[in-house]
Protein backbone atom coordinates (compact mmCIF):
# COMPACT_ATOMS: atom_id res chain seq x y z
CA UNK A 1 0.00 0.00 0.00
CA UNK A 2 1.41 3.29 -1.18
CA UNK A 3 1.92 5.68 1.77
CA UNK A 4 0.13 9.38 1.92
CA UNK A 5 2.39 12.33 1.04
CA UNK A 6 3.05 13.33 5.36
CA UNK A 7 3.74 9.48 5.85
CA UNK A 8 6.18 9.69 3.50
CA UNK A 9 7.61 12.62 4.36
CA UNK A 10 7.95 11.69 8.00
CA UNK A 11 8.89 8.29 7.54
CA UNK A 12 12.37 10.27 4.88
CA UNK A 13 12.01 12.54 8.04
CA UNK A 14 12.86 9.57 10.51
CA UNK A 15 14.83 7.69 8.54
CA UNK A 16 17.35 10.88 8.04
CA UNK A 17 17.93 11.36 11.69
CA UNK A 18 18.00 7.69 12.73
CA UNK A 19 21.05 7.15 10.70
CA UNK A 20 23.63 8.26 8.32
CA UNK A 21 24.27 4.50 7.01
CA UNK A 22 23.02 4.54 2.86
CA UNK A 23 22.38 0.58 2.87
CA UNK A 24 20.16 0.52 6.70
CA UNK A 25 18.23 3.59 5.04
CA UNK A 26 17.86 1.96 1.95
CA UNK A 27 16.93 -1.24 3.25
CA UNK A 28 14.14 -0.21 5.76
CA UNK A 29 12.88 2.21 2.59
CA UNK A 30 12.95 -1.03 0.38
CA UNK A 31 11.27 -3.06 3.22
CA UNK A 32 8.36 -0.55 2.99
CA UNK A 33 7.53 -0.07 -0.55
CA UNK A 34 8.16 -4.12 -1.19
CA UNK A 35 6.95 -5.66 1.45
CA UNK A 36 10.03 -7.85 0.75
CA UNK A 37 11.59 -10.06 3.80
CA UNK A 38 15.34 -9.49 4.72
CA UNK A 39 16.74 -12.38 3.07
CA UNK A 40 15.16 -11.24 -0.08
CA UNK A 41 16.31 -7.46 0.15
CA UNK A 42 19.81 -8.94 0.68
CA UNK A 43 19.87 -10.17 -2.83
CA UNK A 44 20.05 -6.90 -4.51
CA UNK A 45 23.35 -5.72 -5.82
CA UNK A 46 24.48 -2.17 -6.95
CA UNK A 47 24.20 -4.12 -10.64
CA UNK A 48 20.39 -4.57 -9.93
CA UNK A 49 19.99 -1.44 -9.38
CA UNK A 50 18.41 1.12 -12.48
CA UNK A 51 18.64 4.99 -10.88
CA UNK A 52 17.14 5.48 -14.50
CA UNK A 53 14.05 3.51 -14.01
CA UNK A 54 14.13 3.85 -10.16
CA UNK A 55 13.85 0.24 -9.99
CA UNK A 56 15.70 -2.54 -7.53
CA UNK A 57 15.81 -6.06 -8.29
CA UNK A 58 15.20 -8.47 -5.70
CA UNK A 59 16.23 -12.18 -6.32
CA UNK A 60 14.76 -15.41 -4.99
CA UNK A 61 16.19 -17.67 -7.57
CA UNK A 62 14.77 -20.50 -5.06
CA UNK A 63 11.74 -19.45 -4.86
CA UNK A 64 11.37 -19.42 -1.73
CA UNK A 65 9.28 -15.95 -1.12
CA UNK A 66 8.11 -14.52 -4.50
CA UNK A 67 10.51 -15.38 -7.34
CA UNK A 68 12.79 -12.43 -8.36
CA UNK A 69 11.03 -8.86 -9.23
CA UNK A 70 11.64 -5.36 -10.39
CA UNK A 71 10.05 -2.67 -7.93
CA UNK A 72 9.44 0.85 -8.72
CA UNK A 73 10.95 3.18 -6.29
CA UNK A 74 8.44 5.44 -4.98
CA UNK A 75 9.35 9.37 -5.66
CA UNK A 76 10.10 10.25 -1.53
CA UNK A 77 11.96 6.88 -1.07
CA UNK A 78 14.02 7.60 -4.42
CA UNK A 79 17.66 9.11 -2.78
CA UNK A 80 17.99 6.04 -0.18
CA UNK A 81 18.68 3.04 -2.99
CA UNK A 82 20.64 5.38 -5.04
CA UNK A 83 22.74 6.77 -1.69
CA UNK A 84 22.90 2.86 -1.11
CA UNK A 85 23.91 2.16 -4.85
CA UNK A 86 26.98 4.66 -4.78
CA UNK A 87 28.30 3.37 -1.62
CA UNK A 88 28.39 -0.05 -2.28
CA UNK A 89 29.69 1.02 -5.78
CA UNK A 90 32.69 2.76 -3.48
CA UNK A 91 33.36 -0.35 -1.26
CA UNK A 92 34.08 -2.81 -4.01
CA UNK A 93 31.84 -2.41 -7.13
CA UNK A 94 29.00 -3.89 -8.26
CA UNK A 95 29.57 -7.14 -6.23
CA UNK A 96 28.85 -5.52 -3.33
CA UNK A 97 25.49 -5.34 -1.06
CA UNK A 98 23.25 -3.04 -2.44
CA UNK A 99 21.30 -3.59 1.11
CA UNK A 100 21.87 -4.97 4.37
CA UNK A 101 22.29 -8.80 4.83
CA UNK A 102 21.19 -11.08 7.32
CA UNK A 103 24.15 -10.16 9.10
CA UNK A 104 23.43 -6.61 9.75
CA UNK A 105 20.04 -7.27 11.02
CA UNK A 106 20.40 -6.54 14.47
CA UNK A 107 21.68 -3.04 13.11
CA UNK A 108 18.99 -2.73 11.14
CA UNK A 109 16.52 -3.43 13.69
CA UNK A 110 18.01 -0.44 15.99
CA UNK A 111 17.79 2.02 13.14
CA UNK A 112 14.26 0.94 12.75
CA UNK A 113 13.41 1.14 16.42
CA UNK A 114 15.37 4.47 16.54
CA UNK A 115 12.70 5.40 13.64
CA UNK A 116 10.43 4.21 14.68
CA UNK A 117 9.22 1.59 11.72
CA UNK A 118 7.67 -1.55 12.79
CA UNK A 119 6.36 -4.29 10.85
CA UNK A 120 2.95 -5.40 10.56
CA UNK A 121 2.52 -7.89 13.59
CA UNK A 122 0.48 -10.93 14.12
CA UNK A 123 -2.70 -10.91 15.45
CA UNK A 124 -3.05 -11.56 18.86
CA UNK A 125 -4.14 -15.15 19.07
CA UNK A 126 -0.53 -15.85 17.09
CA UNK A 127 1.48 -13.87 18.98
CA UNK A 128 4.75 -15.71 20.37
CA UNK A 129 6.05 -13.12 22.62
CA UNK A 130 4.32 -11.32 25.47
CA UNK A 131 2.03 -8.39 24.61
CA UNK A 132 3.76 -5.53 23.73
CA UNK A 133 6.79 -6.91 22.09
CA UNK A 134 7.41 -6.54 18.69
CA UNK A 135 8.14 -9.56 16.18
CA UNK A 136 10.38 -8.50 13.60
CA UNK A 137 10.09 -11.65 12.15
CA UNK A 138 6.67 -12.76 12.49
CA UNK A 139 6.57 -12.06 8.11
CA UNK A 140 9.36 -14.44 7.29
CA UNK A 141 8.50 -17.04 9.88
CA UNK A 142 5.08 -16.74 7.60
CA UNK A 143 6.62 -17.34 4.44
CA UNK A 144 8.64 -20.07 5.88
CA UNK A 145 5.72 -21.88 6.85
CA UNK A 146 3.95 -21.51 3.97
CA UNK A 147 6.78 -22.73 2.21
CA UNK A 148 7.26 -25.57 4.21
CA UNK A 149 3.23 -26.71 3.85
CA UNK A 150 3.42 -27.00 0.21
CA UNK A 151 3.47 -30.06 -1.19
CA UNK A 152 6.53 -30.94 -3.51
CA UNK A 153 5.47 -31.12 -6.97
CA UNK A 154 6.25 -34.28 -9.03
CA UNK A 155 7.71 -33.43 -12.82
CA UNK A 156 6.10 -36.17 -14.64
CA UNK A 157 9.02 -37.14 -18.08
CA UNK A 158 8.05 -35.69 -21.05
CA UNK A 159 7.54 -38.54 -24.00
CA UNK A 160 8.85 -38.36 -27.04
Excluded at 30 to 49: E, H, I, K, N, V
Excluded at 80 to 86: L, S, V
Excluded at 109 to 115: D, P
Aim: glycine share 4%; aromatic share 6%; charged share 25%.
Amino acid sequence: MPLTAPTAQRVAHRLHTATAHPSLAATLTAALFTGASLQQLATARPRDYDDAAATPALHDRARYTDGCAAYPVPPWAGIFPRAAACFARLLSGEDEELLATPGDRAHLLRVAETARLRPPQPPAARRKGPAGRMEWDWRERQEAERYEAMPARRVRPSRR
